[in-house]
């Protein structure tokens, strides 16, 4: 369903991404790990269609279709969901709200009928049971006083009422502690589905115990160096990138 | 192709400004033109007393000796006061209806494409308890649930209805808070004024339904100067709401009006603004000049007055709604919206005069700016020597859109007693690309995602406003910023 080929991205005069490679099936779950500076999060950003990511060589084939040429929210129409390392704080607009004209936009894009006011609280009220969120996250304004911890669940619920096909997580453990990092894994685990597929972009191996991958890449200076199953990022924790930026030097 | 291209255009342009329609109806005008006959053609046209004559020629001589401001911080070309018609009225009926069989069926339609019920039914049908008075460029085309509010004692009606029918109040009251003499455009509109609501809730009444005029300049060339008067007696409690639309035109036009808020003790008026006055096309061609004056006493102890805003319309807003808190224990408040976009101008903000005991205020102004408009929050805070332990609280946040405009905070502050408190704080802010993108990510169009963060912004001035009028509102904040970025 995702098929990136000789994708080489530079962010202003800087190459970043260099001959990247990268097929995901439907349903699967792939994991990209690397050393800091390795390209990750440009690789989030350029599949999400964030402005200053330069594609200069390459092509990204998502579900058939030329994901390079869409705006951001189409792809989101279409199914793409970034987990944001970092989620953006908006002031005065609530959780409910934010995630209404989310779910609206969507559903419009895919030509289902927009959720009024009541029908939308049913339906988010079953994601947060489902997730064990409290509703009162909902009142809140969007990431505005949320923990590292609140931040990451806040984006797992979004993920939930999105419902992507494509659903990209970046450092989603950044900044969390271990049971942070546990709750958020097993929210993560219950939604894979046949359906989903996901990159979850990771610089520990820590966040694999909870979301196990079926394939494990690594990438380093742009490229993908290496490509296993799950006993790689075990092996990766025991040895460290050293090798890998060896081999490319 | 070409015709095709501006078709779209166009059809693009009225669907921005969805009240830029004319009404075709025939209009009964005074001649165009400023001078003492004009005045005497209007009192006569409504009938007056000669007291109420007598008053709009001081007002007008007045007038003659004074100049026009210039401090505020908007530019526009010399008004031409001799080059407008200051009379318009609907043909039928000269001294307004008597029902709502007899108003124009023309105006009824203009009123239900503006979404204003004015059949009694058809609120009743529909979920807003809101009494309505209708003004028409110059006159007042239809009030509704007079019957339902006199059963209260609360007088509800055109201040030219008023003005017959209860004189020994509307004499009491006219100019006692923004006197004949007051400033430029409110003395014109002493001189000029052609209608507007009157509003009297007595003792221990609690209103209860929002009242709400709709104001709507239809005429071309005709500046509209309404007058609102409106007094809460002891221990009364009124909401009040207006609502501004005019049709979309090359010129420029003048809307010079004044609104007097009377409140006594234990009283509370709320008063809310929903401005959507033309505001120009995006080359700043046309649109209405928005010179207001509106000003509250506070006259008794414990009495209490809201001002709330939304300024979206206008090419240029000018207007400051004001507190004088002479009451002990008085306290006034301002929550003000003012958005620019294209060429438009705002200088707004608030004037609070603490002179009781023990008197606070509040200030909450959100400006926000996009394409090459201007809004500037100008405001005082004074503090008199016998307002002791009184206090003010004032807000300012500016949210710029865009690299071409600007926003400019200008708040002065006097305190002559040594007990009075005084904060302001202020901030300035860009819609963050971050935030842009993050909303994107997740399904939003960009210009959703612009209408979400800046009502996010606004929510604490958008929640003081009436239930009824949030959501309206909330709209308008999205469709005035259409086009702002991209």
């Known amino acids: ?18 001959g990247l490679n990268l097929k995901i099936n439907s349903g699967e779950v792939h994991a990209i790990m690397g050393p800091n500076g390795a390209g990750k999060s440009t690789l989030s950003y ?36 970034l987990a944001f390392q970092y989620p953006v704080e908006i002031p005065g607009v609530s959780t409910m709200n934010f995630l209404k004209a989310a779910v609206n936009s969507v559903r419009k894009y895919r030509g289902d009928k927009e959720f009024d006011a009541m029908e939308f609280l049913k339906f988010v009220r079953e994601q947060t049971k489902i997730l064990n969120i409290s509703d009162d ?8 006083g949320f923990s590292g911890g609140e931040k990451k669940r806040a984006e797992v619920l979004q993920m939930a009422v999105l419902d992507p096909i494509l659903a990209v997580l970046d450092e989603t453990d950044s900044g969390l502690d271990v049971d ?24 520990y191996q820590r966040l694999l115990d909870y979301i196990i991958p079926d394939v494990v890449h690594v990438l380093s200076s742009g490229k993908i160096v290496d490509t296993g199953d799950k006993n790689l990022a075990l092996e990766l924790e025991k040895n460290g990138y050293e090798i890998y930026s060896e081999a490319v030097a | 192709m070409v015709a095709v ?33 004009i005045i005497r053609f209007i009192s006569k046209k409504k009938d007056e007393p000669s007291w109420l004559l007598d008053w709009r020629m001081k007002a007008y001589e007045h007038w003659l000796g004074m100049k026009e401001p210039d ?12 080059d407008a018609f200051y009379y318009s009225a609907p043909k039928s009926g000269d001294d307004g209806p008597e029902s709502l069989d007899d108003v124009d069926p023309e105006i009824l339609e203009t009123y239900k494409k503006l979404g204003i019920p004015l059949h009694e039914q058809e609120v009743l049908a529909g979920v807003k308890n809101v009494a309505v008075d209708a003004v028409f460029d110059s006159v007042s085309v239809a009030t509704t649930f007079k019957e339902a509010l006199s059963k209260e004692g609360i007088i509800f009606c055109p201040i030219s209805e008023a003005v017959k029918d209860h004189p020994e109040l509307v004499r009491k009251y006219l100019g006692s808070v923004v006197p004949y003499s007051d400033n430029f455009f409110a003395t014109l509109n002493s001189a000029v004024f052609t209608d507007g609501s009157f509003v009297y809730i007595p003792k221990g009444v609690d209103c209860p339904m929002e009242l709400s005029t709709y104001f709507r300049i239809n005429a071309s060339n005709t500046g509209q100067f309404e007058r609102t008067l409106i007094i809460a007696d002891e221990g009364s409690k009124v909401s009040y709401l207006e609502g501004c639309t005019a049709p979309m035109r090359d010129e420029n036009q003048l809307h010079a ?17 929903v401005q959507n006055w033309y505001p120009g096309d995006e080359n700043g061609v046309g649109g209405i000049y928005n010179f207001v004056t509106k000003r509250a006493a506070c006259r008794g102890k414990n009495s209490k007055v809201s001002w709330t805003q939304v300024e979206t319309g206008s090419a240029i807003t000018w207007k400051y709604p004001s507190c004088i808190l002479q009451g002990d224990n008085s306290v006034g408040e301002f929550y003000s919206v003012a958005i620019t976009n294209n060429c438009q101008q705002a200088d707004t903000g608030t004037k609070m005069i603490h002179l009781g005991k023990n008197t606070s205020s509040k200030i909450i102004a959100k400006g926000i700016s996009a394409g090459r408009s201007q809004s500037t929050y100008r405001g005082l805070v004074k503090m008199m020597p016998k307002a002791e332990e009184s206090r003010n609280y004032t807000q300012c946040d500016s949210l710029l859109i865009g690299k071409k405009c600007g926003a400019h905070t200008v708040p002065y502050i006097e305190s002559r007693n040594q007990s009075a408190k005084v904060e302001h704080e202020a901030t300035t802010s860009k819609i963050a690309d971050d935030q842009l993108f993050y909303c994107r990510q997740r399904g939003i169009s960009e210009e959703d995602a ?28 999205g469709i005035s910023l259409e086009g702002s970025v991209g």
């Open chain 2, 5 to 37: 291209k501006e078709t779209l255009d166009q059809v693009q342009t009225v669907e921005k400004y969805k009240y830029g329609f004319v009404t075709d109806i025939e209009a009964d005008q005074a001649p165009k033109g400023l001078n003492e006959d």
């Open chain 2, 257 to 273: 009006a004044v609104v007097e808020l009377v409140v006594l003790g234990d009283a509370d008026i709320k008063y809310s603004t």
């Open chain 1, 137 to 144: 996250m909902l009142k809140r304004a969007v990431n505005v």
């Open chain 1, 46 to 81: 350029v599949l999400s269609g964030r402005a200053g990511y330069e594609v200069t060589e390459g092509t990204i084939s998502y579900q058939g279709k030329n994901l390079l040429d869409m705006e951001p929210e189409k792809r989101a129409g279409e199914g793409i969901f």
């Open chain 2, 71 to 82: 401090w505020a911080k908007v530019g526009y070309p010399k008004i031409d006061y001799q």
């Open chain 2, 450 to 477: 612009v209408a979400l963060i800046v009502n996010g912004f606004c929510r604490d001035v958008l929640q003081e406003l009436p239930m009824e009028f949030a959501v309206e509102a909330q709209k308008l904040v």
């Open chain 1, 1 to 18: 369903m995702l098929e990136i080929n000789n994708l080489h991205v530079n962010v202003g005069e800087t190459q970043i991404l260099k």
């Open chain 1, 180 to 203: 942070a990092l546990r709750i958020v894994g097993e929210g993560v685990t219950a939604l894979r589905s046949s359906k989903r597929s996901m990159l979850v972009i990771t610089h």
